[in-house]
Nanobody, 122 residues
Framework: QVQLVESGGGSVQTGGSLRLSCTAS????????ITWFRQIPDKEREGVAF???????DYSASVKGRFTISRDNAKKMVFLQMNSLKSEDAGTYSC????????????????WGQGTQVTVSS
């Protein structure tokens, strides 16, 4: 069964760090783009970072310089290192996968994890 599973969420104080993980059970994982999205209740899902099959990355303006996305193809995992966390970073973080090209639009992705909750308190 093809699936994505996130882990690493939790509660942290402002300025703290968390590392999220996304573990995939797909064949040919190295050909997939993986994108991290976050969602806050009553707001649209927002893409925060993606990593292409070739390892190139991109970030939303709101997290650039604070978040780092990386991948380990041998372990079929993608990581999101989140530093200097702010209250506005709180939400449910989900990883999504699609072959080859990355996109910021959530409806371009057919494979999603269940999400992991991040809480940031002052």
């Amino acid at each position: 069964q093809v699936q994505l599973v996130e882990s690493g969420g939790g509660s942290v104080q402002t300025g703290g760090s968390l590392r999220l993980s996304c573990t995939a059970s797909v064949n040919d994982f190295s050909s997939f783009c993986i994108t991290w999205f976050r969602q806050i209740p009553d707001k649209e899902r927002e893409g925060v970072a993606f990593i292409l099959p070739n390892g190139n990355t991109d970030y939303s303006a709101s997290v650039k310089g604070r978040f780092t996305i990386s991948r380990d193809n041998a372990k079929k995992m993608v990581f999101l290192q989140m530093n200097s966390l702010k209250s506005e970073d709180a939400g449910t973080y989900s990883c999504a996968a699609r072959r080859y090209a990355c996109m910021w639009q959530p409806n371009a992705y057919g494979l999603w994890g269940q999400g992991t909750q991040v809480t940031v308190s002052s």
